[in-house]
């Protein structure tokens, strides 16, 4: 896998990411979900310079110009419920691509700390030769990715995937390596050692979802 950790260089990235990890200000969940938004944007920035651009000729009202436009045909998937809001920030550069919805959660065996991941609901366009693009804010275990690439089998083969995460574990990442294949690009804006038993990133953030849209039950 192809790592781009762009949290390593400093830039307004880290101001977005310190304000979503921060207890005080996560107690405003607009505030938490624009964040992911801006994050997304970011990312989806420094991911657009990997697609394949061609010149095209466009007019302007006063004459025309050479302007090079990438040709990719993307597919954004994300995992139904707390992607959503990097999905919107990847769908606001990204405007045009076509977009995949999963639902996937975390089953834990009698309340012991292993889970599996259950998907329950998929909603995806063929991704045969197109460029895949899945958003998982917290990339903590891999296992997740691993599952909806798994649950899309039937939709095709893409021609190149991209992961796109807010923050991820040092052993997700390392799991994701090993079961992706090895031109797919990691795009990241923070790396943390540690996973609780539950499968929690340390320190992370706390539970994206919740912080997004409310405790569930
Ligand atoms: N999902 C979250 O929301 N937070 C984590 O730390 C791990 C997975």
Redesign the pocket.
């Not at 992370?204 to 979802?209: I, Q, V």
């Given at each position: 896998m192809i790592i781009h950790n762009l949290g390593l260089t400093n830039s307004v990235l880290n101001q977005f990411i310190s304000e979503i990890r921060d207890v005080s200000i996560q107690k405003d969940p607009l505030r938490f979900r624009k964040n992911i938004e801006r994050i997304g944007e970011i990312l989806s920035y420094e991911l657009s310079k990997e697609l394949n651009y061609t010149p095209k000729n466009i007019k302007t009202p006063l004459g025309s110009k050479e302007v090079a436009t990438f040709d990719d045909e993307l597919v954004l998937c994300s995992i139904l419920r707390?992607g959503l809001p990097l999905h919107n920030g990847l769908l606001n550069y990204f405007d045009r691509a076509e977009n995949a919805f999963i639902s996937a959660y975390r089953h834990h065996h009698d309340n012991e700390d292993s889970f599996e991941v259950i998907v329950k609901y998929l909603a995806s366009p063929s991704i045969e030769n197109k460029t895949f693009i899945m958003a998982d804010p917290?990339l903590?275990t891999g296992k997740t990715l691993e599952n909806t690439m798994m649950a899309l089998k039937d939709h095709g083969k893409p021609k190149q995937i991209h992961i796109v995460s807010i923050i991820g574990s040092t052993e997700g990442i390392a799991y994701a390596s090993e079961v992706f294949p090895k031109n797919t690009h990691l795009w990241i804006a923070a790396v943390d050692d540690a996973l609780t038993s539950r499968?929690?990133?340390v320190p992370?953030?706390?539970?994206?979802?919740d912080l997004s849209y409310g405790i569930k039950l």
């Open positions: 707390a917290m903590a499968g929690y990133i992370g953030l706390g539970d994206a979802g």
